[in-house]
């Protein structure tokens, strides 16, 4: 078990700072997520942690101790890369041996710590065959071997399932937090994908344009983004521009109560992932819900995706339960039960409210 901490790590290329002075401490066993698009720096803020890249400025810091000035090779780290990298004239056994030949360590020790990864893995036999014979899964699975054989201080991972069926990928994650519990060992994780990171994380780090945007749990990363880069971009979310007009926000013909910590001028933009949306009666007014037109149904297995057609407001994402009956083209009302109000830059106002007559579209 060990602890990191990026202490204003700073990257530039050129005119370009790829990692812009980033501060992030990671406890003992944690397992932690970088989120974000291509370009966000996440890959590089990895590559400083296993001395892959030299910061332009800032510190790397291992239980306390900097390891900005030692070469990847001596630094308490062992990465998993998005290609499997095993060399393909070895046998299984030789590639997961390899650092530990390195290492000098007597043949019996080799030889126990190599069955101890691959029984860790869940590939117990797998030490005579070659790569070229093993599956795109398998290989991962080795390659996370070789990494672990090592017990390093630090796992990191950049994007290791990106090559793999998506079905695969869903498995390898859930084996992947299985066996990091099980060796309890502190883990990086980069990756784009949004799901991967809400199901592996205790805490996710959302990367954008070189810094992080937002620090916390998965579940609070997806219930309360704390800015609009990360509304859009975890999870489906409508953005809608709205309007203060009294105590209301306008939408089109949809009328929001105003939270009294927004003041009413500048940009309002206000936030409702589409679960959050309701049916209502459609003889409700026009002030207290959207009519609009499904356009586009998409089922998705346990419920479906709708898009709805709101005049004056455009395209809102709504998710819809597999019991209503619903087709495209039919008329709709929507309200939203719950909402977040962004301001000038400013963290969000979550608002709740109760319909008399509406039901969740999706629950």
Known sequence: MSTLDLVNLHKRFGNVDAVNHINLSVGNGEFLCILGPSGCGKSTALRMI?????PTSGDVRIDGASVVEMPPNR???????????????MKVYENIAFGLHLRRLPRAEIDRKVQGALDLVGLSSYGPRYPAQLSGGEQQRIALARALVLEPKILLLDEPFSNLDALLRVRLREELRRIQRQVHITAIFVTHDQEEALSLADRIAVMSKGQIEQLDKPSVIYAHPQTLFVADFIGAMNLLQATASG?????????LPLPAAVNGSGTITVAIRPEDLALVPSSETQANAWMGTV???????????????????GRVKVYLSKSLSLNENDRVALAPVRYLVYQNGQPPV???RQLDRGVLAYN
Request: charged fraction near 20%.
């Open 50 to 54: 296993a001395g892959f890249e030299t």
């Open 247 to 255: 105590d209301k926000l306008q939408i089109g013909t949809q009328a």
């Open 75 to 89: 630094r308490p780290t062992a990465m998993v890369f998005q290609k499997y990298t095993l060399w393909p004239h």
């Open 350 to 352: 979550e608002v709740s």
């Open 295 to 313: 356009e586009q149904l998409m089922d998705m297995g346990h419920y479906r995706k709708g898009i709805v057609n709101v005049p004056d407001v």
